[in-house]
């Protein structure tokens, strides 16, 4: 009988046990807040900055928000971020991707102070990641970790296969599965027979960006399959990386879309701007 990963529950599981964090914090008078930067007007992003606010707001975060126009220059961007990273009373920095064009979205990741940096996107945050030191993770797969453990799927000695190797995805993914002592493969779009990779997976990640490309020849008898993708379908629903209709059947566990992977990268977000109270204490 397959099992749905449910990532609303898990995440709320999760915004709960940060709830308690932080009014804990508070009783010992230490306020956390968050910097959340927009440049532009690009509606997709308008709406995860307004989910990012309203989940600091539901665990006591408070959220300073900078709606920057269009036109605004990468020095301007660059100034603003310094201003932040020297304000003591901010503890973490969040610039929303993607920039407009004539901003270096690298730039402006690489000015953000790695201890404040609570997308884990900073190259120092990244090496951490690499040699096992503490750091700020990225998101989304740092909640996918959460989502497996929180099941109950041990991870360890496992065959792990990951679809894709984007810098925010892919690749922390791989290393935090290593971490967990997986046995780790990494595809791409290069992959020579991508089936017969994928086929031995125990644990499947699939972050591609290609609207249901996942069916379940893809996948071996009583595996566990995470879906990354987010998409719009022909009908304006949302759907993964993954056919879920086909795979659900072959598979032990499945991460639906909506309500998989996708609820616990602001959850892990969040959980990073509580950590780093605890992180610029100890600098
Ligand atoms: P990306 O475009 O940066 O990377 C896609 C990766 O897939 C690349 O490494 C590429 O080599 C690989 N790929 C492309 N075509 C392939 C093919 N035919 N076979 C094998 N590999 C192939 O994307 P990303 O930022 O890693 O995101 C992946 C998906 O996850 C997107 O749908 C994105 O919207 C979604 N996403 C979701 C969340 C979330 O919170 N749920 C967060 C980030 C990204």
């Given at each position: 009988?397959?099992?749905?990963?449910?990532?609303?529950?898990?995440?709320?599981?999760?915004?709960?046990?940060l709830?308690d964090?932080?009014?804990?914090?508070?009783s010992?008078?230490?306020?956390?807040?968050?910097?959340?930067?927009?440049?532009?007007?690009d509606?997709?992003?308008?709406?995860?900055?307004?989910?990012?606010?309203?989940?600091?707001?539901?665990?006591?975060?408070?959220?300073?928000?900078?709606?920057?126009?269009?036109?605004?220059?990468?020095?301007?961007?660059?100034?603003l971020?310094?201003?932040?990273n020297?304000?003591?009373?901010?503890?973490?920095?969040?610039?929303?991707?993607?920039?407009?064009?004539?901003?270096?979205?690298?730039?402006?990741?690489?000015?953000?102070?790695?201890?404040?940096?609570?997308?884990?996107?900073?190259?120092?945050n990244?090496?951490?990641?690499?040699?096992?030191?503490?750091?700020?993770?990225?998101?989304?797969?740092?909640g996918?970790?959460?989502?497996?453990k929180?099941?109950?799927?041990?991870?360890?000695?496992k065959?792990?296969?990951?679809?894709?190797?984007?810098n925010i995805?892919g690749?922390?993914?791989?290393?935090?599965?290593?971490?967990?002592?997986?046995?780790?493969?990494?595809?791409?779009s290069?992959?020579?027979?991508?089936?017969?990779?994928?086929?031995?997976?125990?644990?499947?990640?699939?972050?591609?960006?290609?609207?249901?490309m996942?069916?379940?020849?893809?996948?071996?008898?009583?595996a566990?399959?995470i879906?990354?993708?987010?998409?719009?379908?022909?009908?304006?629903?949302?759907?993964?990386?993954?056919?879920?209709?086909d795979?659900?059947?072959?598979c032990?566990?499945?991460?639906?879309?909506?309500?998989?992977?996708?609820?616990?990268?602001i959850?892990?977000?969040?959980?990073?701007c509580v950590?780093?109270?605890?992180?610029?204490?100890?600098?």
């Amino acid at each position: 009988m397959t099992q749905i990963i449910d990532g609303k529950q898990i995440s709320k599981q999760i915004k709960d046990e940060l709830k308690d964090k932080v009014s804990k914090y508070k009783s010992e008078g230490t306020e956390i807040s968050m910097a959340v930067i927009m440049v532009g007007n690009d509606p997709a992003s308008a709406v995860y900055v307004n989910n990012k606010k309203k989940a600091c707001e539901y665990i006591g975060i408070r959220s300073l928000s900078y709606e920057l126009p269009e036109e605004t220059t990468e020095a301007e961007l660059l100034e603003l971020i310094d201003k932040l990273n020297n304000d003591p009373s901010v503890n973490g920095i969040l610039v929303q991707l993607p920039v407009p064009k004539h901003i270096d979205d690298n730039k402006i990741i690489r000015a953000i102070s790695p201890l404040k940096d609570v997308d884990g996107f900073h190259t120092q945050n990244v090496g951490s990641l690499c040699i096992g030191e503490k750091g700020f993770v990225s998101c989304t797969p740092a909640g996918i970790i959460q989502l497996l453990k929180r099941s109950g799927i041990e991870i360890a000695g496992k065959e792990c296969v990951v679809i894709g190797r984007s810098n925010i995805v892919g690749k922390p993914m791989a290393l935090l599965l290593l971490q967990e002592n997986a046995t780790v493969t990494v595809c791409h779009s290069k992959t020579k027979d991508l089936k017969e990779v994928t086929k031995r997976a125990d644990i499947l990640v699939v972050a591609i960006g290609k609207p249901k490309m996942i069916t379940s020849e893809y996948v071996k008898d009583g595996a566990v399959v995470i879906d990354v993708g987010i998409h719009r379908n022909e009908n304006n629903q949302l759907c993964g990386d993954v056919d879920y209709d086909d795979v659900y059947e072959k598979c032990s566990y499945i991460t639906p879309v909506p309500g998989g992977v996708g609820p616990m990268t602001i959850a892990m977000l969040m959980n990073n701007c509580v950590e780093s109270v605890a992180l610029q204490m100890s600098e």
